[in-house]
């Protein structure tokens, strides 16, 4: 089944967002770690917690994703991606992630994780949550009610 068109164009500035996120949080990764944190946002948007509004309003939420944050060395980076024309095809990788997450198209390889960190750091809030994967260098958790 084609998705509307209308919920496509309708959606076009979250599908960037995205885009964006997944460079500036997951770059190294291979695709399926790309996807992963594209489908934690995912995950957040249609959760029974109050993670923000939307899709902007999730990715967007203060704290929360380290490469919109004002002291974060990757949100100033994220401008080669749009202004580098060398960058073009690697955003074309991500820009495709992204599309096919908000859609839902395919599986989600978090099990429904709301919640991300790199391998290694180890913040309080994970001991509130329970893990659900490992892919590339990320840890994936979400609350057990979830």
């Given at each position: 089944m084609k998705p509307e068109i209308e919920y496509l164009y309708?959606?076009?500035?979250?599908?960037?967002?995205l885009s964006m996120l997944i460079w500036g949080e997951a770059r190294g990764e291979i695709d399926l770690g790309k996807s992963a944190v594209?489908?934690?946002?995912?995950n957040r948007v249609y959760a029974r917690r109050d993670y923000g509004d939307g899709w902007e309003g999730v990715m967007l939420k203060e704290k929360q994703f380290?490469?919109?944050?004002?002291?974060?060395?990757?949100?100033?980076?994220m401008k080669e991606i749009?202004?580098?024309?060398?960058?073009?095809?690697?955003?074309?990788?991500c820009f495709g992630i992204a599309l096919g997450v908000y859609l839902g198209i395919g599986?989600?390889?978090?099990?429904?994780?709301?919640h991300y960190t790199v391998i290694g750091l180890k913040p309080l809030w994970?001991?509130?949550m329970v893990e659900t994967v490992k892919i590339?260098?990320?840890v994936f958790y979400k609350y057990e009610d979830e």
């Amino acid at each position: 089944m084609k998705p509307e068109i209308e919920y496509l164009y309708s959606g076009i500035l979250s599908i960037m967002l995205l885009s964006m996120l997944i460079w500036g949080e997951a770059r190294g990764e291979i695709d399926l770690g790309k996807s992963a944190v594209a489908w934690v946002v995912r995950n957040r948007v249609y959760a029974r917690r109050d993670y923000g509004d939307g899709w902007e309003g999730v990715m967007l939420k203060e704290k929360q994703f380290s490469c919109f944050n004002g002291e974060d060395v990757n949100k100033e980076r994220m401008k080669e991606i749009l202004f580098t024309r060398s960058m073009w095809g690697k955003f074309r990788e991500c820009f495709g992630i992204a599309l096919g997450v908000y859609l839902g198209i395919g599986d989600d390889p978090t099990k429904g994780a709301t919640h991300y960190t790199v391998i290694g750091l180890k913040p309080l809030w994970r001991l509130k949550m329970v893990e659900t994967v490992k892919i590339g260098n990320h840890v994936f958790y979400k609350y057990e009610d979830e």
